[in-house]
């Protein structure tokens, strides 16, 4: 079949017609000596993307049996789907289409029309060069499976885990202790505007009814691979070294934090005898003896709270402690009456709008707080300078601190089996910081609660449940997945195996072979962003419908 | 159609283009109903967002492209719920879809007709700094790029005079006069309340002089200020349009007393200011006033630590309430107590006020005819660590719930979602 | 002085440098499996790289041979590419070499596991064609340069008289030369952990061999910023490129020769590069004229492009060129600007990242602040 190259020119109304000779363009176009061999159909139209200029576009593409297609018109921001769309309803493959913008790069930028007209000649020359050399492209279909691996039994992990697990979609809940709850397990109260404790219990009573959940308690991920819809996945119980694997199409990294040892920092020495507490380990005295006590049994006359611990090491504000401090002061207060506490703090945040009043009740409750600019412990003696620059000292008989959150080993460890990113603090890195927050780099592979960032129990569910809704719209049961088709390729006699391309690919999609000694492509999970292309110091990688044949030719012509 | 397949979503700020995305993305059908005439909602407002300095336009604009070429959503800008009825899975909403008096589907947005009309009003979504004619766009860059006739003050339409230069100026007949508000009656199975947020008239704080004192501004004009879509085009210059500030005060928690709660987002978008003004007016000096700082997330507190090492000076006060400002000369003096409770005093041209920010603008008339409950600062109340509110089927995300950034706001309208799929699924 | 060992130990230097370093890996014959160094080639005209497990043959290696006809780094890669060597190693080489070996190692094409990268304070070496037009005077001159201490010769190559690199690179172990004495040098813990297992007796005070290396380099800075200098003039600007490159005959020797080009083939030798006749016909007519083969100064320029942030001025491209283009001066001059724009030295250590493989927010910041001059410029023009 010969080849049949249809130009269109879109006049966009007086956009382009006012401030560009279409008639020379049709003229000229439609005279290249270069393409004599070619059969080029020139015509100009007054709006291509109105309803009208569709219906033209598509009636011409196929009574004139089109092998190419040249749009000339606006910015491809516009109007590059519309275009491609039109392709969709006919024969011609859409990847043999490409838009030439001759609005905002020639008409609307350029004031003497003749030189307009000229530069749009060019581009148009341009773009039926390269049209030539574009080649078809088909999208490949996978087959995906639905089910749904959720790593932690946290708050996070169990409300995920509720969210998705149904009729088509099994979940695999891993744990890796052998109780589920994560650390909220062993809060005896929640915060006021956090959700219950027993709305805690009743899930993870839901969670183990529900026969559309398997869980595996002392279980870790062994190995992972595939891509949104087939991850092949294998597990290991921790006790007994026993395997398991699985099929899954998504996964949720929902394991949890730890809490900085704040004895690892310089101005913070005590030892076990001392009656130094992290909030964390009130929390479990207090779930397993029912009252709050120094170490030997008696009740505390005096407490000293202290914020911001190892805040400025860690680089980041925990953002929960000031208000579970609160909690545990509550807790003393109720059981001590008469109780001193002093409160030193850096910071408060306060960053729900129930927080502020939350903290004004123990204003009115007596407690004295003290705003600091450092603070140093020793046993249970307390120095700290406060804002007016006043050194003091205090010896209470209970000191409760509040260590940063931390992420833990295991995001190290999961990080290197999944190949998903850690931020520089150590938690996992999002997609993008704001508008895409429980996604990562890699298509099926999502982060909720504490193993993402300093959270608390409620952000850490609705966290969970927008795990849950991203899961939900991407990976629907029976729907085939489709990837993107204008990936990269390596083409094996020019790679050296430098790996250079495996640093800069940003979504995991290179891998190395070690037999054949090159870098692959997996082309499902590959997005055709072309950084490896950009990188690759002996061109070994080619970028799908951005060859450096095709933009070579393109540039070419623009430049006759 | 099958109520179970349609969704309705009010407000197409970030929050509620996101699940209005993922909606489509899952099947269903959604309703996008924005009162303005543009979507994008506040963050388009914003020249670049914190903590990473991304062009805001940029991050949006092409999530509003995707949102207006979607066939599974319908976008009804300038548009009204009126009335809810039903329950979950299946509420009758009516709408009205007030008349924009110009063809969507003809106009190209070519901007020829504004400039004849006219009719002039102050344009409030640029807070007030600039006016726009009775045919207008909010900014440049609008999305749909397409203005809107204010039919209150329109010449012809509030029947003045047989003013027609708009329609004269357009050479795609898309003005239309005769276009009439619609009333359009649809089934929903469930409601996502996407409203945003509005910011504390600064007015009503008194000592902060916002009003009476032309050196002092609000973040939010800041912002209109600081964007290269904004009225002085990324220009920054006082009022009179020609002095240049040398010195320059960022006043936190400015109505944090008024309000009762903390707004969440204020101190970090300082950092940000710090940062582009500082770039932009060169030898500019900043001093950040403030008394606690709340930076939620691993990423946030970074960027302020290196703001205070080079580009801002912080001044703690230990009362914020008691800071005054007035004026003296051409100057701003600000009187605040400093960590000691000493009276300290400071001279600068221009002080920005990080005001609070409150439940949006027409919230109370929404809860109302949704029948859901709203909390004591006047927010939609959500069930503990859920999207959920106080009616099935109706679920909120993002500022109407109370302040948040735009990670958290997106964080629930993608929890909304997972709960509404999870909802229709059993 | 590094935290390994401020401390060499002083070997047996009697008869000669060369015998001395020969003598050292006699007695290290437990230690390795097997050595890489140069020997001159039977036609006494050459050197060639080659790698003993017999120690007969250490007697007719020379150490430190007077030129350098192939890049160590590129024999390294040889046997190493495609994984570890079976057996211990140990490559002596000269510190241009270990830098384009730790580059290549970066790059994926060396795998230094059972490598144990040797150097020594090199002296230079000749330019090789006037040693192979007379191979005996060339070894007399080296030979008079070891016995009299001479370090900043003028019979070296150009890129030898401005190295400032010369001593102590990223190896395992070196050969400090002071006075006609070889000190060894653990220059890592792998180094460190050999010298203990041969426990040689005797520790020697660096402090004066550090002294003089110091000096030397300060004299070979000078010589480099001169001679940056010069060669800034004599090619900036499009012109003077031009006219550099005008005699090239491209015959791509040197882009052969050097070691950083790696890749399996150089994309100027592709099809994509080779432009069909429209093209060529094209240009002819927009410009008038054309010289051919047409893509010489585009290669040099790509060649560039590609290598001079890992460019170490080996020199060989300068050796390997057959119209004297003084292309390792050039390369050299270029490569040191565009690592400083990424603070990076190539083949200063395995640790730093290559620039392309590494994204700090602020790289090129002068660059940030020429273009904001530039926009300021533009408004101010308006």
């Known amino acids: 079949m010969s080849d049949k190259i249809g130009i269109y020119v879109c006049e966009c109304g007086p956009n382009i017609s006012g401030r560009v000779d279409i008639d020379r363009i049709i003229a000229e176009i439609s005279n290249l000596e270069e393409f004599s061999d070619k059969e080029l159909i020139v015509k100009p139209h007054k709006l291509l993307c109105s309803v009208g200029g569709k219906a033209f576009l598509e009636e011409e593409i196929k009574n004139n049996e089109l092998t ?13 789907t519309t275009f491609i769309n039109v392709c969709k309803k006919t024969q011609l493959n859409p990847y043999m289409y490409t838009i030439v913008n001759i609005r905002e790069q020639c008409a609307w930028i350029i004031p003497d029309k003749e030189k307009a007209t000229d530069k749009a000649i060019q581009y148009i020359r341009g773009g039926i060069d390269r049209v030539l050399y574009q080649e078809p492209l088909f999208e490949k279909q996978l087959e995906s ?77 062994e190995k992972i691979v595939g891509f949104l819809g087939n991850f092949e996945i294998v597990l290991k119980q921790n006790q007994t070294g026993d395997t398991t694997d699985l099929l899954a199409g998504a996964v949720i990294l929902a394991n949890g934090y730890e809490l900085m040892d704040a004895r690892e920092l310089d101005n913070f020495k005590y030892t076990d005898a001392d009656n130094v507490f992290t909030g964390l380990e009130i929390e479990e005295m207090l779930t397993s003896q029912g009252k709050i006590t120094l170490r030997s049994g008696e009740k505390p006359r005096s407490a000293a709270l202290i914020h911001c611990v190892g805040r400025k090491e860690a680089g980041y504000c925990s953002q929960v402690c000031c208000n579970y401090l609160l909690k545990t002061a509550g807790y003393l207060l109720k059981q001590v009456p008469g109780i001193e506490i002093i409160d030193l703090h850096q910071d408060l945040c306060q960053p729900h709008t129930e927080d502020q009043a939350y903290f004004e009740s123990f204003k009115e409750k007596g407690m004295q707080f003290c705003r600091v600019q450092e603070v140093a412990l020793d046993g249970n003696k307390i120095e700290y300078v406060n804002m007016a620059g006043e050194k003091k000292e205090i010896a209470p008989d209970m000191v409760i601190i509040a260590p940063a959150m931390k992420a833990t080993a295991s995001n190290e460890a999961l990080s290197a089996l999944t190949s998903i990113d850690l931020h520089e603090t150590g938690f996992f890195q999002e997609a993008h910081i704001k508008i895409n927050p429980v996604s990562t780099k890699t298509d099926g592979i999502f982060i909720a609660g504490a193993s993402r ?108 | 159609m099958n109520p179970s397949d349609k969704i309705l979503v009010i407000g197409s700020g970030i929050a509620g283009m996101e699940a209005s995305l993922m909606l489509s993305k899952a099947g269903k059908k959604v309703y996008l109903v924005e009162r303005l005439p543009l979507i994008g909602g506040n963050v388009i407002k914003t020249g670049e967002s914190f903590p990473n300095m991304d062009c805001s336009t940029c991050l949006v604009a092409p999530i509003q492209q995707l949102i207006l070429q979607d066939k599974n959503i319908t976008v009804l800008t300038v548009s009204k719920v009126e009335k809810v009825i039903g329950k979950a899975g299946n509420f009758g909403v009516s709408l009205t879809k007030k008349a924009r008096y110009v063809n969507i589907a003809a106009c190209l947005g070519c901007g020829m007709c504004y400039p004849v009309c006219p009719v002039s009003q102050p344009n409030f979504w640029e807070q007030g700094l600039v006016e726009k004619k009775a045919i207008y766009v909010e900014c440049a860059g609008s999305l749909p790029n397409v203005p809107v006739i204010d039919p209150s003050l329109c010449l012809r339409l509030n029947g003045s005079e047989e003013c027609n230069l708009c329609a004269e100026t357009c050479i795609f007949g898309a003005i239309d006069f005769s276009e009439k508000d619609e009333l359009l009656e649809e089934n929903f199975a469930a409601i996502i309340v996407a409203t945003g947020f509005s910011t504390l008239d600064a007015r009503i704080i008194k000592n902060l002089g916002y009003g009476k004192f032309a050196g002092v501004y609000t973040a939010y004009e800041i912002e209109r200020l600081l964007a290269s879509n904004g009225p002085t085009e ?169 302040p948040r950034d735009i990670q958290s706001s997106v964080l629930q309208s993608e929890a909304a979602v997972g709960q509404i799929l999870r909802f229709l699924q059993d | 002085m590094d935290k390994f060992s401020k401390k060499g130990i002083e070997l047996n230097s009697e008869s000669g440098i060369q015998e001395a370093i020969r003598r050292f890996f006699q007695d290290a014959e437990k ?70 070996a730790v580059e290549l190692t970066k790059l994926n094409q060396i795998n230094l596991d059972d490598v144990i990268l040797c150097s020594y304070d090199c002296p230079g070496a000749l330019p090789m064609q006037d040693y192979i037009s007379e191979p005996e005077a060339g070894e007399a001159k080296f030979q008079y340069l070891l016995d009299n201490d001479i370090w900043n010769s003028a019979e070296v190559k150009p890129v030898c008289r401005i190295c400032d690199k010369f001593s102590l690179p990223a190896s395992d172990l070196h050969f400090a030369i002071e006075q006609g004495k070889v000190i060894i040098i653990a220059n890592s813990e792998k180094g460190a952990e050999i010298l203990k297992d041969m426990n040689l007796p005797g520790a020697y005070l660096l402090e004066n061999w550090d002294r003089s290396i110091q000096q030397i380099k300060q004299k070979r800075l000078a010589a480099k910023e001169q001679n940056f200098a010069e060669t800034k003039n004599k090619i900036e600007g499009f012109e003077k490129l031009l006219e550099t490159f005008s005699v090239c005959i491209g015959c791509h020797n040197c882009q052969s020769a050097c070691p950083i080009c790696y890749c399996r083939q150089c994309y100027f030798d592709s099809v994509t590069a080779k432009p069909n006749a429209d093209v060529v016909m094209m240009k002819m007519e927009q410009r008038g004229g054309l010289t051919l083969p047409m893509d010489r100064i585009m290669f040099h320029t790509g060649r560039m492009a590609h290598m001079s942030l890992s460019c170490v001025s080996c020199g060989l491209c300068s050796d390997a060129c057959p119209v004297d283009i003084p292309v390792a001066e050039i390369f050299s001059y270029v490569g040191s600007q565009t690592q400083q724009a990424f603070e990076y030295c190539a083949g200063e250590s395995l640790g730093d990242a290559l620039p392309m493989k590494e994204y700090k927010s602020d790289e090129l910041s002068e660059l940030k602040a020429i273009l904001s001059d530039a926009t300021a410029q533009e408004v101010a023009d308006e």
């Open chain 1, 68 to 80: 190419h297609l040249v749009c000339a018109a606006c910015s491809p921001r516009d109007h590059d």
């Open chain 1, 145 to 221: 499976n639905p089910d749904v691996l959720i790593i932690g039994g946290g708050m996070a992990g169990l409300t995920a885990a509720l969210v998705l697990a149904g009729k088509s979609r099994n979940v695999y809940l891993i744990e890796k202790t052998s109780i589920l709850g994560g650390k909220a397990a062993l809060f005896s109260e929640f915060l006021p505007h956090q959700s219950d404790i027993a709305d805690l219990k009743n899930k993870i009573k839901e969670v183990e009814n529900n026969q559309y959940i398997r869980i595996f308690r002392n279980t870790e991920l």
């Open chain 1, 453 to 560: 960032g300093p959270c608390d129990i409620s952000e850490a569910m609705i966290q969970a449940q927008a795990a849950g809704g991203k899961i939900l719209t991407q990976l629907i049961p029976g729907e085939k997945i489709i990837p993107e088709v204008k990936v990269s390729e390596i083409l094996e006699a020019y790679c050296t195996g430098c790996k250079t391309c495996l640093d800069v690919c940003a979504y995991g999609a290179i891998y190395f072979d070690n037999e054949r000694g090159i870098s692959v492509v997996n082309e499902a999970i590959c997005r055709g962003c072309g950084n490896c292309v950009g990188s690759c110091p002996s061109g070994a990688l080619r970028s799908r419908h951005f060859t450096n044949l095709q933009l070579y030719q393109q540039v070419k012509e623009a430049l006759r």
């Open chain 2, 234 to 402: 990324g220009v920054i210059k006082m009022r009179d349009g020609e002095r240049i500030p040398e010195k320059i005060a960022i006043i936190h928690c400015a109505g944090r007393k008024e309000v009762g709660y903390c707004s969440n987002v204020c101190c970090s978008y300082p950092s940000r200011y710090a940062h582009f003004l500082t770039e932009k007016v060169p030898g500019v000096k900043i001093f950040d006033i403030y008394g606690d700082l709340c930076f939620p997330d691993k990423a946030y507190q970074k960027l302020n630590y290196e703001t205070r090492k080079e580009k801002a000076e912080y001044l703690f006060s230990a009362d914020l309430e008691k800071l005054e400002i007035s004026e003296e000369s051409d100057k701003l003096k600000i009187k605040y107590p400093d960590a000691g409770n000493q009276h300290k005093e400071l001279l600068v041209d221009m002080a920005i006020l990080a005001v609070a920010i409150t439940p949006p603008a027409g919230l109370e008339d929404l809860t109302e005819l949704l029948e859901i409950e709203r909390d004591k600062y006047g927010f939609v109340k959500a069930e503990t660590g859920s999207v959920n509110t106080t009616r099935d089927g109706i679920y909120v995300a993002g500022c109407a719930t109370g």
């Open chain 3, 31 to 100: 230690i390795f499996d097997a050595v890489m160094l140069p020997m001159r080639v039977p036609a006494k005209d050459s050197y060639a790289w080659i790698m003993i497990k017999d120690r007969e043959y250490l007697k007719d290696a020379t150490p430190i041979a007077p030129i350098m006809p192939v890049n160590g780094a590129k024999a390294l890669k040889r046997f190493t590419r495609k994984g570890e060597a079976r057996l211990k190693v140990a490559a002596l080489m000269r510190p241009c070499e270990i830098r384009a």
